[in-house]
């Protein structure tokens, strides 16, 4: 399994330009220890826990925006910034370009090229006159010792080239001045084109670095200036506009010049990209099930869910990385998307300002597909330039075994704040690692959870949970107090591998006990189970749980509704 993994990362090195050797050595190790450190922690977590109910954790918690709880240093940092955007701001000096002047640098660099150029015509005129006065022996005589080794033909043959060269000279003096002056005539011409190219080369930099100057200049900045519509203006006293530069400080760790300019490419990037009229365009729906928001988290922040399978279609794959046009909308699309999720939060001191982000790899085309994980380095680079702190976390989950490899060939291009939000998981703990920031009932079915869509049974109804010991069993009962009604319930054991059974108990002990549903095993592949019944007299849904042929505990979750004829 290791050398197929090396075989892997070494193809996919030779396709995409990513790290250095070393890098990636260094950056997969901490991969592997944090991956390590990670997955005990979960399972100490579990054996030591015994949740009465549903157990709810949020293991990462963002910092406060309120500005009486930063720390005295973050307080300086985050009043220096707003100085520093509001005389930008008021100044038109936010997208000027800093006093560099490289006309003058080129200036300065001209007489030495010149001199430069100058030394080497007078060296290739020197040898040019001294090949023209090399006609006599004696020259040849000179150039013999790099040449002791020649027969007695090439002797001869020079002695022969001699002898003609002299008979030459003698006819024909005229002719080799005339030679020699246009030697040097040439060699002069060579170089004067070549002073010529390099002119214009330096003119035409400097056109360009003067055009690009007097746009920037003749760019005004509106002092009504919005980032995800907070305004950006200090002075204007907008509850957001401190949770916004903090974002961008936090994402710098408070060092407010790198802050000040991350936010300025931020603004020009957004520009460029024409990102505040993105949400009006259509992409198509081919990448519809690729992303979506659905549901909240345990702090009522939004949910992304990206679903990497849908790439294993070659027909979708091609139209969407098979021309830069396509890979290009690709990136856009996934900002559209990220500008949705933005638009359901509160950016004010104490409201939900980020979201969450689930990555199912499950069926994830490998890293051979060079095109899609270079997109995927591309939006995670862009998404973390150009959207600092407004995602919580990025949890990984029915992660293969190769995405190990993989993740060494993203991480040189992550921040370390980055990679510490991230959250790895395999397939057997996805459902578990998701309940530690998803309520159950915001869970969709498909990974593990209550939610359906469209779901008319339930709407608030609270999710319950039960410890089953291992060699143990537990009864859940369901209350039918009516005549009449219909019950519904949802359960769910993490990881099943348990005998379950379903059956309807009357209150009149004389009554026969209905068998709902038989007792069978339920493999651990099982995803949640939903069931009705209609009862015509009181009494009870009792679901047994039977572990007695395990020896780890197992959770079971489960919800249920009572409807009366008055409630439907």
Request: glycine residues 4%.
């Amino acid at each position: 399994m290791t050398a197929e993994v090396k075989v892997e990362e070494k193809q996919v090195e030779s396709e995409v330009v990513i790290a250095s050797v070393e890098e990636e050595a260094t950056v997969k190790a901490v991969v592997e220890e944090e991956v390590q450190e990670k997955e005990p922690k979960v399972e100490e977590e579990e054996d030591e826990s015994k949740p009465k109910g549903v157990e709810k954790i949020s293991s990462f918690k963002e910092e406060s925006d309120f500005f009486s709880d930063l720390t005295e240093s973050e307080k300086k940092a985050l009043s220096d910034l707003k100085t520093k955007l509001e005389e930008a701001i008021t100044e038109n000096t936010l997208f000027k370009k800093k006093k560099e002047s490289p006309v003058k640098v080129e200036k300065k660099k001209e007489p030495e090229e010149k001199a430069e150029d100058e030394k080497k015509s007078e060296a290739v005129v020197s040898q040019e006159e001294a090949k023209a006065e090399t006609s006599e022996p004696a020259v040849v005589a000179e150039e013999i010792p790099k040449e002791e080794a020649k027969t007695d033909a090439d002797v001869t043959h020079a002695a022969k080239d001699e002898t003609i060269e002299a008979v030459v000279e003698k006819e024909t003096p005229k002719e080799e001045l005339k030679t020699e002056d246009v030697a040097v005539e040439e060699v002069k011409a060579e170089n004067v084109e070549e002073e010529e190219k390099k002119t214009e080369a330096v003119v035409t930099e400097e056109a360009k670095a003067e055009t690009v100057e007097q746009e920037e200049e003749d760019e005004t900045v509106d002092n009504d200036i919005e980032l995800w519509g907070v305004p950006l203006l200090p002075s204007k006293g907008a509850e957001g506009t401190d949770v916004i530069l903090l974002k961008f400080l936090r994402a710098r760790d408070f060092k407010v010049n790198e802050a000040f300019e991350m936010l300025k490419k931020t603004l020009k990037w957004r520009k460029e990209q024409k990102i505040d009229s993105i949400l009006g365009e259509d992409f198509g729906e081919d990448l519809a099930s690729a992303a979506y928001m659905n549901g909240l988290d345990l702090e009522s922040r939004p949910v992304c869910y990206n679903i990497y399978s849908v790439f294993g279609n070659e027909e979708l794959y091609q139209r969407t990385f098979g021309s830069e046009q396509s890979r290009e909308n690709l990136l856009k699309w996934r900002f559209q998307l990220m500008e949705k999720g933005i638009q359901k939060l509160n950016l004010k001191p104490g409201g939900v300002t980020s979201l969450l982000q689930i990555h199912d790899l499950k069926n994830c085309p490998g890293l051979l597909k060079k095109e899609l994980w270079v997109a995927i380095k591309n939006a995670i680079v862009a998404l973390q330039d150009n959207y600092p702190e407004l995602v919580s976390r990025n949890v990984f989950i029915n992660v293969p075994f190769w995405f190990y490899a993989g993740s060494t060939l993203l991480s040189p291009f992550l921040t370390q704040r980055t990679k510490s939000k991230f959250v790895v998981t395999r397939p057997a703990n996805g459902t578990e690692t998701l309940l530690k920031y998803i309520p159950a009932e915001e869970i969709p079915v498909q990974y593990g959870g209550f939610k359906r869509d469209d779901d008319t049974e339930f709407s608030n109804e609270a999710v319950s949970e039960v410890v089953v010991k291992p060699g143990s069993s537990e009864t859940i009962e369901i209350p039918a107090p009516e005549t009449e009604g219909t019950l519904v319930w949802d359960i769910a054991v993490l990881g099943w591998e348990v005998n379950y059974k379903e059956e309807f108990v009357p209150t009149n002990e004389g009554a026969y006990t209905i068998i709902v549903q038989k007792g069978k095993k339920i493999g651990s592949n099982e995803g949640p189970l939903r069931n009705s019944f209609k009862n015509s007299e009181s009494g009870k849904i009792v679901l047994t749980v039977d572990n007695v042929s395990s020896k780890k505990k197992k959770r079971v979750l489960y919800r249920y509704r009572t409807k009366t004829e008055s409630s439907c």
